[in-house]
């Protein structure tokens, strides 16, 4: 019988008070049934939905089996993109925040490899990366994969739906053939099965369809009836008016030309798809996480592996391409047990797509009316907050307390003013409620932090 007890285990007493210490109380389902077999070295093939709690599964066995007095590369976690393989390696750095000396090192694009470089030759016991990044260490002969224990291949589907399959190949080919793989992915295609079989030694298949989060979700289809798509998603916004959206669509064109036609009409609103330079997309997810924008108009690939937390409502400005898609996307609202809204748009050439979600439902599903058009009449949905970006970060040894203290000096702005703070290496973000924003923008370009001048502006 499983156990959802962490303390039932056979974890290392440094993670179980680590665990402890962030009340991470009881397994996860796809943690429950996976870790017992992660633990005791099994391959392990995992399907399970983002927010199942699949990062810590594979973060608790990479630290249960490090050992930390050899300084060198014992696991390795492939993630499809940077914002994925940052959280991966956050999570882990907070898990092994008891354990003495561990060090998880990140290799992404779309940041400068110099920094990389230096890293890598202090060493490092884990490595989190995108495929193409890790790639390019490899052949510059700067990684040694000849004491790696534990490969991790996280949403593997998405790193063949992007195009990752030679990279990973010449970076599996390079890694130890005795060594234990983990891999997860949310849905199962031909591909993942071809992988995994030429991958994994006798795994153990685990599929996990945890309803706890999903139930929360209520979905809703609406008919078009000869609506144009942006107008009916500008009726559902200001219908609902929800504090934070996340709207999908099939393509990179579809995306832009939505969040152009929002923007026109004056909604707050960002895009998010692969045709954004990396700094842009950094900003975009930024801004969105700390209420600076309501609605985020994404593709499936670029929202794949995103943190958002809290999210009022999704909406599908069509239906997704299959069934598996269409379920990644509405577990995008109503995660850990939290209420959410799932809206999807139906028009006369999306029958045989909204069929198919249909048959999932194993219900039959009716259309309802779109919202009137009087709608469009009220105030645009705007943000609550406006992102202020300095030009200071970690490197110049700024800390949120620092940004917080310039603000609030003899009472120029109040702590409630300000919101989330986000720190990168050469920039810090800061977000300033809407009315006092330029107040904040004052301060920060005639005043200094920590006895330093920045330069800061609104993005």
């Known amino acids: 019988m499983l156990t959802n007890e962490f303390n039932q285990l056979k974890l290392p007493e440094e993670l179980l008070v680590s665990l402890t210490d962030l009340n991470y109380q009881q397994m996860t389902p796809v943690q429950a049934e996976s870790l017992p077999a992660i633990l005791a070295g099994r391959d392990v093939i995992v399907q399970a939905r983002t927010g199942s709690g699949k990062t810590a599964a594979f973060a608790l ?22 914002e994925l393989a940052e959280q991966v390696a956050e999570e882990i750095r907070k898990l092994c925040r008891t354990m003495h000396n561990v060090k998880v090192l990140t290799l992404c694009g779309g940041v400068p490899v110099k920094a990389q470089i230096i890293s890598l030759e202090h060493g490092a016991h884990i490595l989190v990366g995108t495929p193409g990044r890790l790639l390019d260490h490899l052949e510059q002969q700067r990684l040694d994969f000849s004491e790696l224990h534990t490969l991790v291949l996280d949403e593997a589907d998405r790193m063949l739906e992007m195009g990752f399959q030679e990279p990973l190949a010449a970076l599996i080919d390079a890694t130890p053939a005795e060594r234990q793989t983990l891999l997860f992915s ?80 004056q909604f707050s609103v960002l895009a998010l798809h692969g045709d954004l330079e990396q700094k842009d997309r950094d900003q975009t997810l930024v801004q969105f996480s700390n209420q600076s924008a309501c609605v985020l108009v994404a593709t499936d690939v670029a929202a794949r592996g995103l943190d958002i937390n809290g999210l009022d409502l ?56 779109l919202p009137g058009s009087e709608l469009l009449q009220n105030r645009p949905l705007q943000a609550p907050m406006v992102t202020i970006q300095i030009q200071g970060g970690k490197k110049h040894k700024l800390r949120p307390g620092d940004i917080v203290g310039a603000l609030t000096k003899e009472q120029q702005l109040e702590v409630t003013d300000i919101g989330k703070i986000q720190l990168q290496p050469m920039w810090s973000y800061v977000a300033i409620t809407r009315d006092k924003a330029k107040q904040a923008l004052s301060i920060l370009n005639n005043g200094k932090i920590k006895g330093r001048s920045f330069r800061a502006r609104a993005i």
């Open 314 to 369: 999704v909406i599908n400005l069509q239906p997704a391409h299959d069934t598996d898609t269409h379920i990644h996307r509405i577990g995008r609202t109503g995660r850990a047990g939290e209420a959410g809204l799932a809206l999807t748009l139906v028009g006369p050439a999306d029958d045989y797509k909204f069929r198919l979600i249909e048959d999932r439902l194993d219900e039959k599903v009716a259309l309802q009316p």
């Open 186 to 265: 949310a849905t199962y295609p031909a591909g993942i099965e071809r992988m995994a079989a030429s991958l994994l030694r006798q795994p153990l298949r685990i599929t996990v369809t945890d309803d706890s989060g999903q139930s929360a979700t209520q979905q809703r289809f609406f008919a078009l009836d000869g609506v144009p798509r942006d107008e009916a998603a500008m009726r559902l916004l200001q219908h609902y008016r929800p504090g934070s959206c996340l709207v999908f669509c099939n393509t990179k064109r579809e995306a832009q030309e939505l969040a152009d036609s929002l923007k026109y009409n």
């Open 61 to 82: 066995g990479l630290l249960a089996k490090l050992n930390v007095q050899r300084f060198r590369i014992q696991g390795l976690v492939i993630c499809p993109t940077r």
